[in-house]
C-alpha cells in the first residue's frame, strides 16, 4: 500500500452503512449493550446506518472523514460539537432506561466547548500505518474549522495501544469514568476523557 493513495475526505451519504460499521467496531460493545434484542430482524449497523443517512437528530454522513483505498473505506472518524454528547429524549425513549443508567456518567461526563471525536475506527490490516494520527489530525482541523480550540475524547481504559496514539497526539486525560462490567462490553477498567488542544503547529525552522 502506497499512503499518498488514500484519500482522506468527508463522508458522503452513501457512506453511512460503511460509517455506522465503524462506530459500532469502535464502541468497545456499547452499541451492542444498548441496541441488545430491541432491533427485531435489522441489524443495529442497518439502524444506525439509516439514521446517519437521514440525518436525524445529530447523526450525519457529514460528521465524517473516511480514509478510502482502492475505492473502499478503510477507516472512520466521527466528531461533532461536545454540546451533543449526552442522553437525549430519543435515547430515554428508545433504550430500557436500565441501559442507560450503567452508561449514565459515560453520557453526562464531557470537556465543554469542545469538540467531540465520537468514534475513530480503521480496518486492522491497515492499523499501525499512520491513518488513525491522520484522521486524528484532520479532526483536529475540522475542531479549528468550527471555532473550536479543544478535542476532546474518550477510551476504554484498558485500550492500550489507543491510548498510546491519542498521547502521542497531544491528548491528556481529564477524567476517570465508571462503567459497570457487563458481559456485551467487554473490557475493564472503565473509560478515560481526554482532551487536546487543537492549535496549528507552526513549521519549525530547524
Not at 460499521?21 to 464502541?27: K, N, T, V
Not at 443508567?101 to 475513530?120: A, G, H
Not at 479532526?139 to 479543544?150: C, F, H, P
Amino acid at each position: 500500500m502506497i499512503m499518498e493513495e488514500i484519500l482522506y475526505r468527508t463522508g458522503k451519504l452513501e457512506d453511512s452503512l460503511k460509517i455506522a460499521e465503524g462506530i459500532d467496531r469502535a464502541s468497545g460493545g456499547i452499541m451492542e449493550f444498548l441496541f441488545h434484542d430491541l432491533l427485531g430482524p435489522h441489524t443495529r449497523t442497518e439502524v444506525m446506518g439509516k439514521s446517519i443517512e437521514e440525518k436525524q437528530g445529530t447523526d450525519s454522513y457529514e460528521n465524517a472523514t473516511v480514509a478510502e483505498y482502492q475505492g473502499d473505506i478503510i477507516g472512520i472518524v466521527y466528531s461533532y460539537s461536545s454540546k451533543f454528547h449526552g442522553i437525549t429524549d430519543s435515547t430515554r425513549s428508545f433504550f430500557p432506561s436500565d441501559r442507560l443508567e450503567v452508561l449514565k456518567e459515560f453520557y453526562n461526563s464531557k470537556v465543554d466547548n469542545s469538540w467531540f471525536l465520537d468514534s475513530i475506527y480503521v480496518d486492522e490490516e491497515f492499523r499501525g500505518t499512520g491513518i488513525g494520527s491522520k484522521l486524528i489530525t484532520l479532526t483536529k482541523q475540522r475542531a479549528r474549522e468550527n471555532g473550536y480550540s479543544q478535542l476532546s475524547l474518550m477510551v476504554m481504559a484498558d485500550n492500550t495501544v489507543a491510548r498510546r496514539t491519542y498521547e502521542r497526539n497531544g491528548f491528556r486525560i481529564v477524567k476517570h469514568i465508571d462503567i459497570q462490567e457487563h458481559p456485551l462490553i467487554p473490557h475493564k477498567g472503565g473509560v478515560y476523557l481526554l482532551v487536546s488542544d487543537v492549535k496549528e503547529e507552526l513549521p519549525s525552522d530547524r
